[in-house]
């Protein structure tokens, strides 16, 4: 993990999941693309365990914050007429506007929920949705459902490496890994 990783992550445990909800605020509106949002947000939830109810706060805060974040900017958009490629601190080019038009021309509001929920898409699309005469609140519905896709395969994820973790450690302490690579050597 990168220091920036490491350095979220001792802000959680020391905060809670307040931090990771305001991480995913700033990557809801765009300004958070440099933080690495999904390894925090498997790390937390390998930290908080895969009890039955554990990481539901962890997802909660991700999934709350990123349509915060979307629904900022689609307000800055539509109502104060940000134009984000103004602003360092977002990595907006025209380019990849050209794309999420495109993306929203062709198949309207379910792709704000399809791209929400895709790694490296999230977000892009509240832009052009901002300037078309989609209404607020269907936006966040939009937002909302592809976070929640988008939170619940990082969940799995983690819970999937967790199993792995443990494979190796059960191994590693019965002695069967150990074992097995001094009979090699």
Known sequence: MDALTVTA??????????????????EGALVGKLIPTR????????TAG???FAFLPVAAAAVVGATIGQ?????AVRRFDV??????????DGARLDGADRWFDRWGLPAVAV????????GWLALPTATSSVSAPRFVLASLAGSVAYAAALVALAIGLEGAFGVVV????NGAVVEGLL???
């Not at 134009?83 to 907006?92: I, L, Q, S, Y």
């Not at 791209?115 to 999230?122: D, F, M, S, V």
């Open 9 to 26: 992550l001792d802000l959680v445990a020391t905060y809670g999941v307040a931090v990771l909800l305001c991480v995913f605020v700033l």
């Open 39 to 46: 390894t925090l947000f498997v790390a937390v939830v390998l």
């Open 50 to 52: 895969s009890g039955a």
């Open 71 to 75: 629904s900022v900017l689609f307000v």
């Open 83 to 92: 134009d984000p490629t103004d602003f360092r601190a977002v990595p907006v």
């Open 115 to 122: 791209t929400n929920a895709l790694p490296g898409t999230r």
């Open 170 to 173: 059960d191994g590693l302490v």
């Open 183 to 185: 009979a090699v050597v």
